[in-house]
């Protein structure tokens, strides 16, 4: 009986989720950078992308480069899904799922649009627990009034708490 209270505490242990309603603000710089995602428009801006970037690249993290290098005269689109384990298209799509979408969502950088192309004002975060020596979490939004999946991503463990300030 000891035995298989002690397994089922270790599984809530290792599958606990921390739950938070995030308020996304309006922004203040033109967003350029569309993802679609399961009907939902996410939009950000290319300079809160080469922020997060930076923040990234000062804790060693340079996968993605230190900028983006997207020009700001142009407007980029992707589409991502569900499954982190799909085959991308274009660097965009790695860099937005695996690199910085999920911090700016988070820190509430971004403008979210459902699919009657109505603008979400909070949504809800359900964030994974850091498994041991791993340094990412991985991060599910939810629209609040439905409960359906609008986004999900990883966000390095490095960066939680950074802030991306309101405007330079």
Known sequence: ??????????????????QRTINLRNMWTVPKVKVLFQGYTILFSIKDIDKTLGFLAEGGDTVYGTKSYLDTGKYYSCELYSNNHLEYRNNLQPLIQDGVGAFLILSGHAAVFNKKHKRIMKVTANISEAAYNEPYVLITFYDPKNEKML??????????????????
């Not at 009986?1 to 921390?18: E, G």
């Open 151 to 168: 986004f999900y991503g990883k966000m390095r463990t490095d960066i939680y708490n950074r802030d991306l300030g309101i405007e330079d």
């Open 1 to 18: 009986m000891k035995s298989k209270l002690l397994l089922l505490l270790l599984v809530f242990a290792y599958t606990t989720q921390a």
